[in-house]
């Protein structure tokens, strides 16, 4: 049987699953199946950080990382209480509140 693929990365990333020696890390033992993990990782290493906060400066591995963070600044409150209605600016607040909710 043989696949096709509309764009580069799903290709890359179907193919992972047939690859022999998965992406090892030269400087400890961890091995990673996708290269980019691999290149994410490195930066534990290094530590490196190359995403900065516009507002306060503050650096971050990853760009998700950065993009949680930047919550902070915008007092974005997108994670709401289904039973209450209060809102949060990260999920682990929420998740810390319905606590409460259970207690009733």
Known sequence: MRSSFAQKREL???ETIHRVEPYQCDLCPKVFA???ALKRHKLVHTGERPFP???CGKRFTTENNL???QSVHTKEK???CKTCGKTYGFQSNL???QAVHVKE
């Open 12 to 14: 890359d990333s179907h």
């Open 95 to 97: 998740i810390r509140h």
């Open 67 to 69: 993009k949680v963070h």
């Open 34 to 36: 996708v290269f980019s």
């Open 53 to 55: 906060c516009a507002h």
């Open 78 to 80: 997108k994670f709401k």
